[in-house]
């Protein structure tokens, strides 16, 4: 029989209120024991708790059998005063009676295993908590409510299409069916693989958005990388001197711009050193530059375009600072701001432009079909199996049949409608112990 597991849905600590999830068949059978009776169905009822003749305290109960619950099981709430002598109290008086503590995730994983949500709705609750911005919100609420599931549904349901036909002929080949009928297969799986490309080339507006846009400073020394740093973040971040080479490692800063969640990285001044310190930091500064989603070239008055040559993408953004000490330089082949971080010139501008560039990379009329690497592994082994069914479709429908199975399998492990086992754990260990 499955146990019946609690735990805390709010943070611990002292605070208003604490609330108690319970979930599982003994329930009801816990919240007799401590008194509360049995509370009608979603009716918040007021009950003196005690255990073992002692009381606990003057809480809030409400109860919602299965299999119209979160998990699918019964389970109760208790609404307690945030006390850490009440809290104590209860958890202690559940783990007298039998009740188990939850582990991480384990309320989702029920939900789940009891057909309540399906796999990435059950990340979308993880995320949803883990949401620090509106666009990370409003992602975690879709998926939530089945916009990925739907996705991937519709790619499964094309696939099951084409494969039908193909063991339609495997399987009757004495009936009276079209000659060829395999290879009919074949539009439906053209199709189907420029849809996963598509989903795979947009792969990154998930993850961007989830894991936070990647925005990097580099430029030579005493560009002024650190101290627009500063300015961007608010705060002294960084150390800004008038001594080349002061920032040796990267340093990096979270901040939300028009809603969406930046990791903004200041790097160490691109140029030649004898210093091993000051190599590896310009090694690193380059590094991540490489993987940045964004890259401002900060150029001070005189700076040269060398340290950008054969390292600059097209749309790099240039910032010329120290406006207020000389006349910059110009690039032409790049957007250009010109901005002083000791008047503010210019800040405000270059703020709306990065506004701009994250609404244009991030948002999308269509919903993402990736949110995590899992997702993008399970898409990139599903297109590789249609790939190789479709040239097989030409060759035996049995070699086709085989290779459609694998990709509708992999499509499947992302909603978990099939083979998730090996899946589950990872799935679930990140989530906090009252979800």
């Given at each position: 029989m499955t146990?019946?597991?609690?735990?805390?849905?709010?943070?611990?600590?002292?605070?208003?209120?604490?609330?108690?999830?319970?979930s599982g068949p003994g329930t009801d059978a816990a919240l007799g024991a401590l008194g509360a009776g049995s509370p009608k169905p979603r009716l918040a009822s007021l009950r003196n708790l005690t255990h073992q003749g002692t009381v606990i305290d003057q809480a809030l109960v409400l109860r919602f059998p299965g299999p119209r619950s979160y998990t699918g099981e019964d389970c109760a709430e208790l609404h307690l005063h945030g006390g850490r002598a009440v809290v104590e109290a209860a958890l202690n008086a559940l783990i007298a009676l039998g009740l188990c503590p939850a582990?991480?995730?384990?309320?989702?994983?029920?939900?789940?295993?009891?057909?309540r949500m399906d796999l990435a709705q059950a990340e979308a609750v993880a995320d949803l908590i883990d949401a620090e911005t509106t666009a990370q919100a409003a992602q975690a609420l879709g998926q939530l409510d089945g916009?990925?599931?739907?996705?991937?549904?519709g790619f499964r349901r094309d696939l099951l299409t084409a494969l039908a036909l193909v063991e339609a002929e495997i399987d009757f080949p004495d009936e009276e069916i079209p000659d060829n009928l395999a290879r009919t297969a074949g539009p439906v799986l053209d199709r189907l693989a420029a849809d996963l490309r598509a989903a795979l080339s947009d792969a990154d507006?998930?993850?961007?958005?989830?894991?936070?846009?990647r925005i990097v400073l580099i430029g030579e020394t005493n560009a002024g990388k650190s101290s627009l740093f500063n300015a961007l973040v608010s705060r002294e971040a960084a150390i800004v001197t008038p001594i080349a080479g002061t920032t040796r490692d990267v340093l990096d800063a979270e901040l939300v711009i028009g809603g969406y969640a930046v990791t903004l990285s200041d790097t160490a001044g691109l140029r030649d050193s004898d210093d091993p310190i000051e190599a590896?930091?310009?090694?690193?500064?380059?590094?991540?530059?490489?993987?940045?989603?964004?890259?401002?070239?900060?150029?001070?008055?005189?700076?040269?375009?060398?340290?950008?040559?054969?390292?600059?993408?097209?749309?790099?953004?240039?910032?010329?600072?120290?406006?207020?000490l000389g006349t910059p330089?110009?690039?032409?082949?790049?957007?250009?701001?010109?901005?002083?971080?000791?008047?503010?010139?210019?800040?405000?501008?270059?703020?709306?432009?990065?506004?701009?560039r994250l609404a244009r990379d991030l948002?999308?009329?269509?919903?993402?079909?990736?949110?995590?690497?899992?997702?993008?592994?399970?898409?990139?082994?599903?297109?590789?199996a249609v790939e190789a069914g479709r040239i097989a479709l030409d060759i035996a429908p049995e070699m086709a049949a085989d290779d459609l199975r694998r990709a509708a399998d992999a499509l499947a492990r992302v909603t978990g409608a099939i083979g998730v086992e090996d899946v589950l754990g990872e799935v679930f260990s990140t989530f906090c112990i009252g979800k």
């Open positions: 146990s019946t597991v609690f735990a805390l849905a709010t943070p611990p600590g002292r605070g208003a209120i604490a609330i108690l999830r319970l582990e991480p995730g384990e309320f989702t994983r029920r939900a789940f295993e009891n057909g916009a990925l599931s739907a996705t991937y549904g507006r998930g993850r961007r958005v989830r894991e936070g846009y590896e930091g310009v090694r690193r500064a380059r590094a991540r530059a490489q993987d940045a989603d964004l890259r401002l070239w900060v150029r001070a008055p005189g700076d040269p375009e060398g340290a950008a040559a054969g390292f600059a993408r097209a749309d790099d953004l240039v910032v010329l600072t120290k406006a207020d330089g110009s690039s032409s082949n790049h957007d250009t701001i010109r901005l002083s971080t000791t008047t503010g010139q210019g800040l405000a501008e270059l703020h709306d432009w990065i506004a701009a948002s999308g009329t269509d919903f993402p079909a990736v949110t995590r690497e899992r997702h993008r592994l399970r898409l990139t082994e599903a297109l590789a």
